[in-house]
């Protein structure tokens, strides 16, 4: 069975990438290497010594896209990944996030729909704003995007939402990812941020590695347990799975609506101070951190009520949070030994 992989060669698109190919799917990958490197599509043929079938293309790009389409006309499945990332850009630049986005979402369902490919769609937690009830649950409500990062989040979702309204035998799920963090175990593939990381744990490797003075944590007078913000770290083996698990389930006709929203996370709310004691007891590295001013538009407290997803789709976070801090640590140091 074919599946086509936008941003495939992205730090949760990798990841899926080699499960993919493990659980002997044929992968089409396209990504336009414009927040990653071509050296990610070696670290999968290392790990799977299979090399999947892979094409520079921008989503936005419709001519390509078609040919794209034309070639591969045996495509069962969808996982769109391919999508700017970085909030604080989103906000001095959000056109350029609007065009790519929600464009790329645009042109990459015409050729989904009529043709009723399942289709998984890469959402994040950043929809549920600051929750009124944690743990989070799928029915909280949507509060108003803080940036237009999360509300190319939640433009995208209602897009693809009035897809499956309207074409009938077209179906999808929506994932809300809670913090994907770590590496495959291998060390081949992880994250790899261009210029200064903006989420903590590749900038907290990379102080530790010495390549950044200090962590500064972004706010400790915040009403929670030590003051610091809660979010639900969860291993990006673990998130790579949630979309195996939710591809198959909708190739095999389980889902009872037309679209589905699950989130995916582990279900655990960690501090800020609590990740960092954490990471330096499963590395035994010390973490040089100090306190600082809170972020502008932080969520203070969200984790996941994986209760749907665990039930539903039968998927479970498997990994511990020292084992995603461990494998991101032994990404840092694989970088710093290849340079
Ligand atoms: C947010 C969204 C997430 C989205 C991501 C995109 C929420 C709850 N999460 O992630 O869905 O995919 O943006 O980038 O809206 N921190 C520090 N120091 C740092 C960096 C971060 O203390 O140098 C703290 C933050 O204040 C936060 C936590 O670490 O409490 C995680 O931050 P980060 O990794 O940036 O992810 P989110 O902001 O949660």
């Not at 080699?18 to 336009?32: A, F, K, T, W």
């Not at 389930?249 to 954490?278: D, H, Q, R």
Request: charged fraction near 20%; include cysteine; glycine fraction near 8%.
């Amino acid at each position: 069975m074919k599946i086509l992989i936008t941003g495939g060669l992205g730090y949760i698109g990798s990841h899926v990438t080699v499960l993919l190919i493990q659980n002997g799917y044929e992968v089409v990958c396209i990504d336009n290497l414009v927040n990653t490197s071509l050296s990610v599509l070696d670290g999968i043929t290392s790990i799977t010594n299979k090399k999947p079938y892979f094409e520079d293309i921008d989503v936005c790009d419709t001519k390509k896209l078609k040919e794209l389409f034309n070639k591969h006309s045996d495509i069962s499945g969808v996982i769109h990944f391919a999508a700017f990332k970085a909030v604080g850009e989103s906000v001095n630049d959000p056109l350029k996030y609007y065009e790519n986005n929600i464009g790329g979402l645009i042109k990459i369902l015409k050729y989904t729909v009529d043709k009723s490919i399942p289709f998984i769609f890469s959402s994040s937690c950043t929809v549920y704003g600051e929750a009124d009830e944690l743990p989070i649950t799928e029915e909280a409500p949507l509060k108003k995007a803080n940036s237009p990062y999360g509300n190319t989040k939640k433009i995208g979702e209602s897009i693809v939402e009035d897809c499956c309204a309207a074409f009938k035998d077209f179906n999808a799920i929506l994932l809300r990812y809670f913090n994907p963090i770590g590496a495959h175990e291998s060390s081949k593939i992880g994250e790899s941020p261009q210029g200064i990381p903006q989420n903590i744990i590749p900038f907290l490797t990379q102080a530790v590695a010495g390549k950044q003075s200090h962590l500064k944590v972004f706010g400790s007078n915040y009403n929670t347990s030590d003051g610091t913000c809660i979010r639900d770290y969860i291993h990006i083996m673990d998130l790579a799975q949630a979309h195996i698990d939710s591809l198959n389930y909708l190739i095999e006709a389980k889902n009872s609506n037309s679209c589905e929203v699950y989130n995916v996370g582990t279900g655990n709310g960690v501090s800020v101070l609590e990740l960092i004691k954490a990471f330096e007891k499963a590395t035994g590295e010390k973490v040089p951190y100090e306190l600082s001013e809170p972020r502008s538009g932080d969520t203070v407290a969200a984790y996941a009520d994986p209760k749907k997803i665990n039930k539903k789709i039968g998927w479970v976070a498997k990994h511990t949070l020292e084992e995603a801090l461990q494998s991101a640590w032994n990404w840092e140091v694989s970088l710093n030994s290849d340079t």
